[in-house]
């Protein structure tokens, strides 16, 4: 059995640099992914109201860049505009749907590996209650994603995986997933929502 049969559809607790250095090259299909960038300067109410973790001001190195991109074939990384990352015409915006004397972000920029034309997804910060996580995206958002970037049954990485968002949106998909966290608490969380999405599921 190889790394990816053995842990295909689970979350993994633990640092995603050292389970990365496990992937094979080019054996994902797409990284999707939100790394922490800094929102402990953040004035976010939302985020706020969040114990402070000790990732809370890190950023991650140009090694977990490497890596990612060594191990994918395709990227998708929310929060793009803060790392340095190859030049790409076809990045993603998510248009929060908030007025314009809004006095938080109207929008955030992820970079995309993918060469076609860039795309907006106007989408309500407001869709999704409940948020479990500081900086959580919306299903809806990466469901979107997914339909348009990825095949049913590919397989998609998220190395920093919070509360389990992109577990969700692949499970609703049919697309495989690996996602990995090091904050065990986020990793009962993404739990708790990815056993309570397979249980709904399965009531249809």
């Known amino acids: 059995m190889t790394f990816i049969d053995d842990n295909l559809n689970t979350i993994i607790e633990g640092d995603c640099l050292e389970v990365m250095k496990q992937i094979p090259d080019k054996s994902i299909d797409l990284v999707l992914t939100d790394p922490p960038y800094g929102t402990g300067i953040?004035?976010?109410p939302v985020r706020q109201m969040h114990a402070k973790k000790e990732w809370d001001n890190e950023i991650p190195t140009e090694e977990y860049f490497r890596e990612i991109f060594r191990i994918s074939k395709n990227q998708i990384i929310w929060?793009?505009?803060?790392?340095?990352?190859?030049?790409?015409?076809?990045?993603?915006?998510?248009?929060?749907?908030?007025?314009?004397?809004?006095?938080?972000?109207?929008c955030e920029y992820?970079?995309?590996?993918?060469?076609?034309?860039?795309?907006?997804?106007?989408?309500?910060?407001?869709?999704?209650?409940?948020?479990?996580?500081?900086?959580?995206?919306?299903?809806?958002?990466?469901?979107?994603?997914?339909?348009?970037y990825?095949?049913?049954?590919?397989?998609?990485?998220?190395?920093?995986?919070?509360?389990?968002?992109?577990?969700?949106?692949?499970?609703d998909l049919k697309r495989n997933f690996i996602c990995i966290e090091k904050e065990l608490?986020?990793?009962?969380?993404?739990?708790?929502?990815?056993?309570?999405?397979?249980?709904?599921?399965?009531?249809?």
């Open 110 to 148: 992820a970079y995309s590996s993918f060469q076609n034309p860039a795309k907006i997804h106007r989408l309500s910060v407001l869709e999704e209650r409940g948020k479990q996580h500081p900086t959580q995206k919306p299903v809806k958002l990466f469901k979107w994603i997914l339909a348009k």
């Open 42 to 44: 953040s004035k976010n």
């Open 79 to 106: 929060g793009g505009n803060y790392f340095s990352l190859p030049p790409s015409q076809g990045f993603l915006i998510w248009d929060k749907k908030q007025p314009e004397n809004f006095s938080l972000a109207m």
């Open 150 to 171: 990825t095949e049913e049954g590919q397989t998609v990485l998220d190395p920093f995986a919070g509360s389990g968002t992109t577990a969700i949106a692949c499970h």
């Open 185 to 204: 608490e986020y990793v009962a969380i993404s739990q708790k929502r990815l056993d309570e999405a397979r249980m709904q599921l399965s009531l249809f």
